[in-house]
């Protein structure tokens, strides 16, 4: 018993003696300057010990209290570190594809010329080809994957490093089969065991890596408000976007497929609340010093005379760094006032020279070694681009939000020497066949409007693209200029791919917006109702017509009307899970003609080779899956 009780009153004594000493803290505070305490003060503290006694704590209070303060202090979690340098923030995502399409092709697929070509951009099944036997295959389906990883390295607080990681980019499930025809375990795929790692020779040509940025910051002056002198330096390769999306686009939508990557260096000031923005950017060096024989080094480029240059020049005002978001968000929820951005961006582009090509691009191995075959040729092109954005948004009340967004491009320019090639039917292929002047005049538009009133939102998408009065009009159609010598004016403007309009009739059978003008309303109705979450279904009903008729696989105006239905669930910048489901219901303007695609007779003019053929409604079905971070 003795052994424990040392212990025993050795811990009361611990909890206690902080309490008493604190009491002794106090009593000699309140003391008399001399120290001495009145004697009928002295007579009353005689009867305050004793009350004090008796209403002393227990010891199950006591070691109470001390438990309670301990678990205090083990839970808090203190002052937070002051953060180190260099650190590194992780963006980027993962996605999952699924998809199924009838009939993309819009059953117009025709034999011209020993070769298969049909109204549509997404081509007929292999099994529809010329040495094929028609089968009646309509269904097309697969699923591809991508991981992006997309870091920045903070180096200091005004330094900084970002690059992009592209993993298994756009990887179709089930291309890198493991067999091969001189395995003796694996000669076909049927017996393949695994699948391999796709290589930029095997494959498709397409490594397992890309690296689509990487790019070096300096803010040397970069306040903490949002009004103060800004200034900030970059450069290196990296993804431009600008107002919708319809010139450049960075390709950062979860569901986007191309992106706008440039090469430049940028200086960005802010001025009273407006930025400025200067960069000088190479579009294309031609050939180089680096050869297959010593692929290491600096390289260098072989003359200045070929290179493609951009000057660019941007002043805008939307918000950028956090305080600008801080506040925006109070104007627009706190104060509910409408909030406007807006800028005007002008791009100028020049070549003096350019190397002497082909129309199958022989020229490009002829970098590596042939120094003494490349040929230079003058090309005295120019382009200026001016792009105006515009964007309003209001927030009534706490369950009302509007957004008005318009940007324009004009593409204006020419291209003094044009290489043009004709159609040689004895040596059947295509010869140069002198140069013409190229005019460039074209422009585009695309307008936003949106409504939200609690979980409903409707509103309005158009837009507009010129067009060339010439066949081949699509995206990703051949070439019409370089081989028709009477066409003198590009009068096409391209939106970017990674704007998406719709499902099928822009996305994959023109393969973007040109030549025509849409018209989309919808309608969309989130049961959450939130900024962060959105369980919802969408509807879009949209119509498309071409402006230059001539331009068409079917002589037509009219392109065709398009239903698509979406249902989706995502959770911002972290989950998405989503089903689509698309219907194109084609017009006049998506047939196909008899002489669509067939050469030319003696006359200049395309002659009938095949029969005409009108196009059939498709359908598509996907599923779509995105981790975020």
Not at 446 to 462: D, K, N, Q
């Amino acid at each position: 018993m003795r052994q424990l009780a040392l212990p025993f009153f050795l811990a009361v004594s611990l909890i206690v003696s902080p309490a008493f000493a604190n009491d002794e803290e106090v009593s000699a505070d309140s003391a008399p300057a001399g120290g001495e305490a009145p004697a009928a003060e002295a007579a009353g503290d005689e009867d305050l010990v004793e009350d004090d006694l008796d209403e002393l704590p227990s010891l199950d209070d006591l070691l109470g209290k001390k438990a309670a303060d301990t678990a205090v202090t083990w839970a808090s979690t203190g002052p937070a570190p002051e953060r180190g340098y260099p650190w590194i923030e992780h963006h980027g995502y993962f996605r999952l594809r699924l998809d199924g399409y009838h009939r993309a092709f819009l059953g117009t697929q025709v034999h011209a010329d020993g070769k298969t070509v049909n109204s549509s951009a997404f081509r007929p099944p292999l099994s529809e080809n010329v040495v094929n036997t028609s089968r009646g295959e309509k269904w097309i389906g697969g699923a591809n994957m991508r991981f992006r990883y997309a870091p920045t390295l903070h180096v200091a607080p005004a330094l900084s490093i970002t690059a992009e990681f592209d993993i298994l980019d756009n990887l179709m499930l089930g291309s890198t089969p493991d067999y091969d025809p001189d395995r003796p375990d694996a000669p076909f795929a049927a017996l393949s065991r695994s699948q391999v790692s796709p290589s930029g020779t095997r494959f498709g040509g397409k490594d397992a890596v890309a690296v689509k940025q990487a790019y070096a910051t300096w803010a040397p002056f970069r306040p903490s408000d949002s009004k103060k002198f800004l200034l900030e330096f970059s450069g290196g390769r990296m993804a431009r976007h600008w107002g919708l999306g319809i010139l450049e686009n960075d390709g950062q939508d979860l569901d986007a497929d191309f992106g706008t990557y440039v090469d430049r260096i940028n200086l960005l000031t802010r001025l009273w609340g407006i930025y400025l923005e200067l960069g000088y950017g190479w579009v294309a060096n031609g050939p180089s010093s680096i050869n297959a024989v010593q692929p290491f080094g600096e390289p260098y480029d072989l003359t200045n005379k070929d290179d493609v240059t951009d000057i660019a020049l941007a002043i805008f005002q939307k918000p950028r760094t956090d305080a600008e978001r801080q506040d925006r968000f109070t104007k627009l929820v706190v104060r509910n006032k409408p909030a406007f951005d807006w800028g005007v961006y002008l791009v100028y582009r020049s070549q003096k020279m350019d190397i002497a090509d082909s129309p199958d691009g022989s020229f490009y191995p002829a970098q590596f070694g042939k120094y003494d075959t490349l040929v230079l040729e003058q090309r005295d092109a120019w382009m200026v681009t001016p792009d105006l954005w515009f964007k309003v948004e209001w927030k009534p009340s706490a369950k009302e939000h509007v957004r008005f967004e318009l940007e324009a491009v004009g593409v204006f320019g020419k291209i003094n020497h044009v290489p043009r090639y004709s159609w040689k039917s004895v040596e059947q292929s295509w010869n140069r066949d002198g140069e013409a002047p190229l005019d460039i005049k074209s422009f585009g538009f695309a307008f936003e409007g949106e409504y939200t009133w609690g979980p409903v939102s409707t509103g309005l998408h158009a837009g507009l693209a010129t067009g060339t009065d010439a066949p081949y009009f699509g995206y990703r159609d051949q070439s019409n200029f370089l081989f028709d010598q009477s066409i003198t004016k590009q009068r096409s403007f391209f939106f970017n791919p990674d704007y998406k309009v719709d499902q099928l009739l822009y996305r994959h059978a023109i393969g973007t917006v040109t030549n025509s003008f849409y018209l989309k309303p919808f309608v969309q109705y989130d049961l959450f109702e939130g900024d962060k979450d959105a369980l919802a279904g969408r509807i879009d009903i949209m119509y498309a017509r071409a402006l230059n008729a001539a331009a068409t696989p079917g002589q037509n105006a009219n392109l065709g009307a398009e239903l698509d239905v979406k249902l989706f669930y995502e959770k911002k910048g972290v989950f998405f899970a989503g089903f689509e489901w698309g219907t194109l219901f084609p017009l006049k303007g998506m047939n196909i003609t008899a002489t669509y695609g067939c050469g030319p007779g003696a006359d200049g003019n395309p002659v009938a080779c095949h029969e005409a053929k009108k196009a059939k409604w498709s359908m598509s079905v996907r599923g779509r899956f995105g981790v975020m971070f």
